[in-house]
């Protein structure tokens, strides 16, 4: 056998192993077990056949790379599918990691208003000051009203108020670039809740 | 344009077109890689479709109910020194899902493909 084809059937089964590992014990032995067949198979058919095991072990490594998008959306597939028929009650790590994640969220959204209205209130001390400052006056008005409209906008459409940080964020981190060092970790945590906002509504259930 | 999950997918049909030609030559019981290899002359391709599309596909249309699959026994498995085989066959509501196709694709060739119905 040549080291090309060991090469690609251990990798082959090293990223099945990867790739299964943590879903639910049926789908990820039958896989596995299913990559292992085909893997056999496909040597035994090279031998049968009269090809070097060079070819077959460059076939199988294409084989297996160009699977690769396709093997991540089964995962998440299988991965959806349980959690919909999961059972009626949560298990209490389930439900805390919960609290902490909508608690993260509410302080997210308490730490947009107040910055939003801080950077509100700024700009209009800037534009005030006069013509030097507009262009900082501007984008701290862009950003405070974005940050502010993100949190009741998150009611409606969580998707848009993440949107809306983002650009808050981007509009203020463009202009004052010499703060990116605040700005940056502040903006992520914004975002983190924005969008974690996003994902909080139930997983769709997939269809047959 | 996000598909539609009832909707096959041009790959599942020719897996399904594969299974109904590997059928009508004698071998209604498949297993993944025997599927791979008929697809490839079917096509004339140059290469073996990938694992990961292969079986997610499979998948896909056994939850639909156009293939069912069971395990082989694992001591004729044993007997001939291999690893065990997931055998898959087409069901009849694959066959009315080609028909459909066939005459879909006669109407629109460019574009829809036949609806997947819940098992």
Known sequence: ?208 | MRRRSDQLLPLELDIVEAALDLRADGEPNFHGFALAKRLQQLASAKSLTSHGTLYKALARLERAGLLVSSWEDPEIAASEGRPRRRFYQVTGQAEVAVEVARRLQQQEPARRAPKLQPS
Not at chain 1, 68 to 90: E, G, K, N, T
């Open chain 1, 1 to 208: 056998m040549s080291r090309l084809l060991e090469t690609s059937v251990a990798l082959t089964r090293a990223w099945c192993n990867a790739y299964t590992r943590g879903l639910p014990g049926d789908e990820r032995a039958a896989r596995r077990a299913e990559i292992d067949s085909d893997l056999w198979e496909h040597g035994h058919d090279g031998r049968v056949n009269g090809r070097s095991s060079a070819d077959v072990g460059y076939d199988i490594l294409v084989r297996f790379i160009t699977g690769v998008p396709a093997d991540i959306v089964w995962r998440r597939s299988i991965r959806l599918s349980r959690r919909a028929s999961a059972p009626a009650f949560a298990p209490v790590l389930m439900k805390g990691r919960k609290m902490a994640t909508r608690l993260f969220v509410l302080l997210s959204a308490a730490l947009a208003i107040v910055l939003g209205a801080f950077l509100l209130f700024n700009a209009v001390g800037l534009f005030i000051e006069g013509d030097e400052n507009l262009i900082f006056g501007i984008s701290q008005a862009i950003s405070g009203a974005a940050l502010i409209a993100s949190v009741p906008v998150g009611a409606r459409s969580p998707r848009k108020s993440a949107a809306l940080v983002a650009a808050a964020v981007i509009v203020y981190a463009v202009v004052h670039f010499w703060m990116a060092v605040i700005v940056v970790p502040l903006g992520l945590i914004l975002f983190g809740g924005a969008w974690l906002r996003s994902r909080s509504a139930p997983p769709p259930v997939p269809q047959a």
